[in-house]
């Protein structure tokens, strides 16, 4: 996965932020038009930042993709207060549906992010994260949502992927015990 050079992260970030003090006038669509995606850039980034942080590594379909996706949607809703945003990282950027005779359904992966995606917005509700949430309590709030119990990952059962809920452990953050030991 190709992540953002984090030298450059802050400085779209100061960007933004002077868009909307230099533009208090902006109307909401302005602002959406021009800033929202880079705020949910700059989440899902973060959100890959904190993940590396925590485990070690990034992949796509274990417990690090179901934790990274659910702290990007944390990260959104705190950079944007935008639910939109979180569902459509939830859905993208790989084809989300097969075809069946007349009928679609998700595939494992776009299952896993869909699910994901809800239960970071279900716990961000629950704990109140807005933009003026800390980072900590965004951090807080990803942990709590990815140990809740309600979490996505795949499994390999005779070479087909399938989903599977699973209640994410405080010990799965290999990073965060060898600071411990």
């Not at 450059?8 to 902006?26: C, G, H, S, T, V």
């Not at 944390?74 to 950079?79: A, E, K, N, P, Q």
């Not at 359904?105 to 961000?124: C, E, H, Q, V, W």
Request: charged share 30%; proline share 2%; net charge negative.
């Amino acid at each position: 996965m190709a992540y953002l050079d984090y030298d450059y992260r802050y400085d779209i970030w100061n960007e933004l932020k002077k868009f909307e003090d230099e533009n208090p006038q902006a109307t909401e669509e302005q602002i959406t038009d021009y800033f929202l995606d880079f705020k949910a850039i700059f989440a899902v980034e973060q959100a890959a930042y904190e993940t590396q942080r925590l485990f070690g590594y990034n992949a796509e379909f274990d417990e690090t993709g179901a934790y990274r996706k659910i702290a990007a949607g944390m990260w959104i809703l705190h950079y944007t207060e935008n639910c939109m945003l979180v569902d459509y990282w939830s859905l993208s950027p790989s084809e989300g549906f097969v075809r069946e005779g007349s009928t679609s359904r998700l595939t494992a992966p776009k299952y896993m992010d869909l699910i994901n995606g809800l239960t970071a917005k279900s716990f961000a509700f629950e704990a109140g994260i807005t933009r003026k949430s800390t980072e900590t309590d965004v951090r807080l709030a990803a942990i709590k949502a990815y140990t809740g119990g309600e979490t996505v990952k795949l499994e390999k059962v005779g070479g087909e992927q399938f989903p599977r809920v699973f209640k994410g452990n405080i010990k799965d953050f290999q990073n965060s015990r060898k600071k411990q030991q």
